[in-house]
């Protein structure tokens, strides 16, 4: 009757430790996966990111540039053209991009719109030249766009 006991005590222990076992590896591989899919869904827009965020910076120096050729009077006729490239890429960013890279897309469009009402004789009070401003903003996008496409394993990228 002992070894009876001790059989059916041996068979349950080692039915809940299988059991615990399979438990573990089956909750190991699943945090596994889980975590692949966030790595996988945090650099998968990286190459297209590359690309988009290119035209974006192009683009927003040529909505400045546009200003600064109106500024010199050298009126080229590009500013309405440029300026609607500008947000077309803005918004596509926007899309896919980081918070810190669309505060740095608004803010730059920002002060590139205060300085066309600068350049265009509608005045804005301001503390330096208008252009400095966003050839600043300029700088600012720049380094949020190479942060971003540098570390896309941050959290805050969709």
């Known amino acids: 009757m002992d070894a009876a006991l001790t059989g059916l005590a041996g068979t349950t222990v080692g039915a809940i430790a299988g ?15 889980r975590e ?22 192009i683009a927003m120096n040529g909505w400045h540039d546009a200003l600064d050729s ?7 006729g590009q500013l309405s053209e440029t300026r609607g490239r500008a947000y077309k890429w803005g918004v596509e960013a926007s899309l896919i991009a980081s918070e810190p890279v669309r505060a740095a897309v608004e803010d730059l469009q920002g ?17 330096r030249p208008p252009l400095e401003a966003v050839v600043e903003g300029l700088a600012l ?3 949020a766009l190479r942060a ?7 959290p805050e990228t969709p």
């Open 70 to 76: 109106l500024a010199r009077g050298e009126d080229d």
């Open 111 to 127: 002060r590139l719109l205060a300085a066309q009402r600068v350049v265009l004789g509608r005045p804005v009070v301001t503390e």
């Open 141 to 143: 996008l720049e380094s």
């Open 148 to 154: 971003e496409l540098s570390d896309p394993l941050r």
């Open 36 to 57: 692949q899919r966030a790595y996988e869904e945090r650099v998968r827009w990286l190459d297209d990111k590359k690309g988009l965020y290119r035209d974006l910076l």
């Open 19 to 33: 059991f615990a076992g399979a438990w573990l590896a089956q909750h190991g591989q699943l945090r596994q996966q």
